[in-house]
């Protein structure tokens, strides 16, 4: 049979279901949940940034501080070549209690106002060949580590320290002949301790050596494959003639250095006694002046060096040196009486010859920035 059509149709609900209101509460906090995390992720990395930043300045700040503490020691340490070369002979050395050092310190301005810079020589009591300068920099307020810089330099005259210590006599070759009197004192002479008397280039065969008296001092011979004059000048030939013409105006006291011209001898003869024991001289034939013949009586205090061989007598009758007298060649010291003497023979205090300083070098591998 057939479906009834008057059977009533079944009705469909249309009416729409109402929400689970507990599952909507739960999706709202979850939102809030995971809006607070990432507001709180956000904050921490900006906090992190921020503090990564201020750490970053710091360091910043720090290293130029740093770098400003160094380079004001570096200036200080600039500034103490200069004043040792000028002030070498008048500074006032303070010795350390217990030890054989001797310090001094000089302040250094410096062109930060926050920052303190000075410089403290050093150097062993019974030399001045070498001596270190250290220069440290702080911060007035003490926010930094004080900056220290340090390096070992060597003070220079026109001599080399080698020549500054030279025995009375040095010779790049042999005495060709002996004088009636050849007396030669060196440091300490006459004692157990006495220095060298003699040093011999070139050879160590010579013949006549018996004949000088050395007053207990050694005749050495040397070896070296340099020219005679770069052992013993610390400047060029050129740099000597400089400061030997400079001071042409001056009187024969007033001279440190002496380059022999045309005019300086007569007929060869060199007549003129110069130096002193407080102001030695360096006394430069040149190869083209020829051995000069000293006359008799001349006294001289400081090094003489002969560029060339002697082969004529040095002196006329007598030669009196008082320091070192070097000959590039043979010596032929004639028939005459030479009396060669360490400057200590002039004065007891002096162990070496003294000239003014011309500059202070640093010795290379002493340099220090901790």
């Not at 008799?296 to 008082?322: K, Q």
Request: aromatic letters at 6%.
């Amino acid at each position: 049979m057939g479906e009834n059509p008057y059977r009533p149709a079944q009705r469909r609900d249309t009416s729409v279901k109402q929400l689970n209101p507990g599952r909507g509460a739960q999706a709202g906090t979850a939102t809030l949940l995971i809006a607070l995390v990432l507001m709180m992720s956000i904050t921490i990395g900006t906090l992190s940034v921020a503090r990564t930043l201020v750490v970053e300045q710091r360091m910043a700040s720090n290293a130029n501080g740093n770098t400003r503490l160094l380079l004001q020691a570096e200036r200080g340490l600039a500034k103490g070549i200069a004043y040792l070369t000028h002030s070498l002979q008048t500074m006032s050395w303070q010795q350390i209690t217990n030890n054989n050092t001797l310090v001094e310190k000089i302040n250094v301005t410096s062109a930060e106002p926050d920052i303190q810079t000075h410089v403290l020589f050093s150097r062993p009591r019974d030399s001045v060949q070498d001596m270190s300068r250290q220069a440290p920099s702080s911060r007035d307020d003490g926010s930094a580590l004080p900056a220290v810089v340090s390096q070992t330099v060597r003070p220079l005259s026109v001599l080399t320290p080698l020549a500054e210590s030279a025995p009375p006599l040095v010779v790049n070759g042999c005495p060709t002949a002996i004088a009636i009197s050849f007396d030669i004192r060196p440091l300490d002479a006459d004692s157990d301790q006495a220095g060298d008397s003699v040093w011999l280039y070139g050879t160590s065969a010579c013949s006549m050596l018996h004949l000088i008296d050395s007053h207990n001092g050694l005749i050495q011979a040397k070896a070296t494959t340099d020219d005679l004059r770069s052992l013993f000048f610390s400047v060029s030939r050129e740099e000597f003639t400089s400061l030997a013409n400079e001071q042409n105006r001056l009187t024969d006291n007033d001279r440190d250095y002496w380059l022999v011209q045309d005019g300086d001898m007569n007929s060869g003869r060199w007549q003129r006694s110069l130096g002193s024991v407080d102001r030695p001289v360096a006394l430069y034939f040149p190869a083209a002046a020829g051995c000069p013949e000293f006359s008799d009586g001349v006294r001289l205090f400081g090094l003489v060096f002969i560029d060339t061989d002697c082969t004529e007598p040095v002196a006329a009758h007598s030669l009196e040196v008082f320091g070192t007298l070097i000959v590039n060649g043979n010596l032929n010291a004639g028939d005459t009486r030479l009396r060669l003497s360490h400057i200590q023979r002039a004065d007891s205090r002096q162990t070496r010859l003294r000239f003014p300083l011309l500059r202070s070098i640093p010795i290379p591998g002493t340099w220090k920035d901790f």
